[in-house]
């Protein structure tokens, strides 16, 4: 079956530690993207990738990197310079012709700071 | 920038009951329109997608409207189960293959 996977499920983070959380889609999909949700609040992009090898910023970028090496893979490292780290994260990916499907989700990363 | 509001924030509603769920944005330049679920700690799910020339889709109990020249959609739910308590966000897609979500409404069906 065609989705996304994210791994790990659970991911827990010391303090000043990088951590990389893995985003794989088998869709064909051309466009993928990180979101940031807190508790009781909206999504919140992060990153996203039209194409291979180029991404572009979204809302809250600081202290986060991506890179897009394939079309499956979009993996998100979170850095020691993101202060507030503690979130669940979800990757997404969508065609790139408007007129698609629209957004597919992946069952989200939990990470937490301890 | 696109603003994507839903109301209400939380709804509360005895089982068996119909219910509305509102989605309203700022700017009337999508392609389309996606509905989601989100149960706790899980991730999204698809629900319905309306294109921009479409003005309702139906799947099962659900029903989603789309009027874009007023920046509105609603998600109809008939005969609400206790299995529908979840968040419901919206999602519209525009100029950029950008998306901008709602921040949702949680909804409890009381048994």
């Known amino acids: 079956d065609g989705g996304i996977t994210q791994s790990p499920k659970y991911l827990f983070r010391k303090e000043g530690q990088n951590v990389t959380l893995s985003c794989e889609q088998n869709l064909n999909h051309d466009a993928m993207y990180w979101y940031r949700q807190d508790p009781g609040q909206g999504l919140r992009l992060i990153y996203y990738s039209q194409i291979v090898n180029d991404f572009q910023k979204g809302d809250i970028a600081e202290g986060y990197s991506v890179s897009r090496e394939k079309k499956e893979s979009f993996p998100l490292t979170v850095t020691s310079a993101q202060k507030n780290p503690t979130a669940f994260y979800l990757c997404a990916s969508s065609t790139s012709d408007p007129r698609g499907y629209g957004y597919t989700f992946g069952s989200g990363t939990r990470l937490t700071v301890v | 920038k696109q603003e994507v509001t839903q109301i209400p924030a939380a709804l509360s509603v005895p089982e068996g009951e119909n219910l509305v769920l509102n989605c309203s944005f700022t700017?009337?330049?999508?392609?389309?329109l996606q509905w989601f679920r989100q149960d706790p700690g899980k991730g999204l799910t698809s629900l319905l997608l309306?294109?921009?020339?479409?003005r309702e889709q139906t799947s099962g109990r659900l029903n989603a409207s789309l009027d874009k020249s007023s920046g509105r959609s609603t998600l109809y739910i008939a005969a609400s189960q206790p299995g529908d308590s979840a968040t419901y966000l919206c999602a519209v897609r525009g100029p950029g293959n950008q998306f901008y979500f709602g921040t949702g409404t949680s909804l409890t069906v009381i048994p």
């Open positions: 309306i294109q921009s020339s479409q």
């Open positions: 700017d009337s330049a999508i392609y389309n």
